[in-house]
């Protein structure tokens, strides 16, 4: 999947979007293959879909800029948003997505990915969370 450059600036409406475009380099740098991204249905939505191996990971993106961070790094944990609730909307939306695609019999997982801009130095720090338990 091909991606657009990335403008790191502080407008905030394309902080998300940025953590997401990060996020589908990294997973491609780690060997994933990014199959999808923003697939929305009217309860839930998924940021990024990848396959690595046989397993589809549906990946939430959390993403804060340091400009937006009044904490250190370290003690905020962007993917500590992704609550029971917003679990459950992903499970609904990715058996939408796989009787959509008419996918059977995968093993699939949710992944959240944390990204950290620091927007004045252009740069981003990602932590990743692998396979969430639901």
Known sequence: MKHSSINL???TKNTGK????IVSR????RGHDVIGMNYRKKWGEIDVISKKGETIHF???KTVSRENLFLSEDSYSPEENVHPEKLKRM???IQSYLLEKG??????????VGVFLDVSGKKARVRMT???IV
């Open 9 to 11: 600036t502080a407008d």
């Open 18 to 21: 940025i953590g997401e475009l």
């Open 26 to 29: 990294y997973l491609e740098k």
């Open 59 to 61: 990946v939430e993106v």
């Open 91 to 93: 499970v609904r939306t």
């Open 103 to 112: 996918i059977e019999d995968v093993e699939w997982q949710i992944d959240v």
């Open 130 to 132: 692998e396979n969430v």
